[in-house]
């Protein structure tokens, strides 16, 4: 307890210096926050886009979440390395050292905060539900799905959302599937009715111009992403906070969503 004190004020001393971020010594400095020296090691389900997936090649990660891991660790002067991780085992793995933090849409709950660290907020999200265009499905919110099949992603904020709609006696049949890939392929040869998911996972699948799929209600943007670390990891926490202010303030985060998204899906995340 008493070294985390020390660690903790070398740290918050440097923050105040500006020496963490200053020239050529940023990997030496901030490699005694990350498991790894030098190496900032991500946990991330890389099945999720547009957040977190896999490029053509089936090896390289890409999206939204991908580049601004890249982006904090160049910041901080360190290599980035993903572990692809499945979702029902992504926060023990935090929790048993094997990443130092967990970037994956994870979104910031009450429950979540007390047993994890969590930055500030970097993207906001809500709840979408997506039909197949010409669908005979009549209903227009999840309210109304009774009778229909839904998929959503298992221990996901969709899960809960359904969950809470079934105790309150909306009844539907449920489909959980460990990917959100898993839903949409379900739903693209009529297994389900509908899917619900993140709204911005939602608007990926809606943009090509040949898409089957149509959005035909989004809840409100209530919902915040941050990066999810061991609780009490309270030195990286505030580096990366500070990081991540400085990206907002140099319109990186801007950059990034515009990148992905076409459109600034950030800025509202900060309100």
Known sequence: MIRQKMVLMAVLGLLISGGLFAGGAKQQQ???????????TVG????????????VDG??????????????AAKLG??????????????AGVNTGKYDVIMSSVTITEERLAAHNFTKPYIGNAQAMVLLKG????????????GEGVAY?????????????????????????????NCFDELRNHRVDAVVCDSLVAFDYIAPPDSPFEIVWQGTAEEKF?????????ALTAVLDKALDE??????????????FKMDMVSAARD
Do not use: H
């Open 247 to 260: 990206l907002f303030a140099e319109g990186v985060m801007r950059k990034i969503s515009q990148d992905i």
């Open 44 to 55: 991330m389900e890389i099945g999720y886009p547009p957040m977190e997936y896999f490029d």
């Open 226 to 234: 941050g990066i999810c670390l061991k609780k009490g990891n309270d």
């Open 30 to 40: 901030s490699g005694g926050l990350t498991l790894e020296p030098g190496v900032f």
């Open 153 to 181: 992603q298992a221990e996901t904020t969709s899960d809960i959302y359904m969950t809470g709609l079934a105790r309150k006696g909306v009844q539907f049949t449920p489909y959980e599937y460990d990917k959100v890939l």
């Open 135 to 146: 669908s005979s499905v009549t209903a227009r919110s999840p309210e109304e799905i009774a």
């Open 59 to 72: 090896k390289t990660p890409i999206g939204f979440d991908v580049q601004l891991a890249n982006a904090l």
């Open 78 to 91: 360190l290599k980035v390395k993903f572990v692809d991780t499945a979702w029902d085992g992504i926060f």
